[in-house]
Nanobody
C-alpha cells in the first residue's frame, strides 16, 4: 500500500522560508510523477508545482521564482522549498503521487502552512 507523509509546515512571517517534505513508502518512488497542491479555507485545491519521474517541472504562476520543487529518489522524498512567502500562500499543502502505469493517484494527509503579515 502506497503512503505519502508530508512534513515541514508551520507558522512563518511574510518574507520567510519553509521547506516541505513528502516521504513515499510502499511503491517505486522513481516511477511516480509527483506534485504539490494547496487548499485554502473555502477554496478549491490548486496546483502548486509538479515534477515528473524524469525531472521536468511545472509551476503555478503565483509561485514561479519563489518556490522550487525537487525530488530525491534515493530517499523516496519530494521537496518544496518555499521562499519569499506571502500571506496568500497560507493553506494546507498536499503532495500527490501518480503511477501512470496503472493510472493510480495517491494523496498525503496535508501539512498546514500559515504566513503572517
Amino acid at each position: 500500500q502506497v503512503q505519502l507523509v508530508e512534513s515541514g509546515g508551520g507558522l512563518v512571517q511574510a518574507g520567510g522560508s519553509l521547506r516541505l517534505s513528502c516521504v513515499v513508502s510502499g511503491g517505486i518512488f522513481r516511477d511516480y510523477d509527483m506534485g504539490w497542491y494547496r487548499q485554502a479555507p473555502g477554496k478549491q485545491r490548486d496546483l502548486v508545482a509538479t515534477i515528473t519521474s524524469g525531472g521536468s517541472t511545472i509551476y503555478a504562476d503565483s509561485v514561479k521564482g519563489r518556490f522550487t520543487i525537487s525530488r530525491d529518489n534515493a530517499k523516496n522524498t519530494l521537496y518544496l522549498q518555499m521562499d519569499s512567502l506571502k500571506p496568500e500562500d497560507t493553506a494546507v499543502y498536499y503532495c500527490d503521487a501518480f503511477n501512470s502505469i496503472i493510472s493510480r493517484l495517491y494523496w498525503g494527509q496535508g501539512t498546514q502552512v500559515t504566513v503572517s503579515s
